[in-house]
């Protein structure tokens, strides 16, 4: 709702260059999707890695 109030702001006080933000925005959102997608991939690894390291812990602990 934010970039909508955002872009109005904009349309009404620059015309131009609001069409070309939203001529751009699904190209640059489809040029940073590999780097979301890369980010998902590495929290997740992080995640396993997180929880190989604490698995001793908790199985001593007796999984609490």
């Known amino acids: 709702m ?3 109030l955002l872009w109005l702001i904009l349309l ?3 015309w131009p260059l609001a069409l070309v933000a ?3 925005y699904p190209l640059v959102w489809l040029l940073l999707l590999p780097f979301r997608l890369l980010g998902i991939a590495v929290h997740g690894t992080f995640g396993l890695v997180k929880a190989l390291f604490l698995l001793p812990a ?3 602990s007796g999984g609490r």
């Open 22 to 24: 939203l001529l751009l």
């Open 2 to 4: 934010m970039k909508f």
């Open 12 to 14: 009404v006080l620059c």
């Open 58 to 60: 908790r199985v001593l």
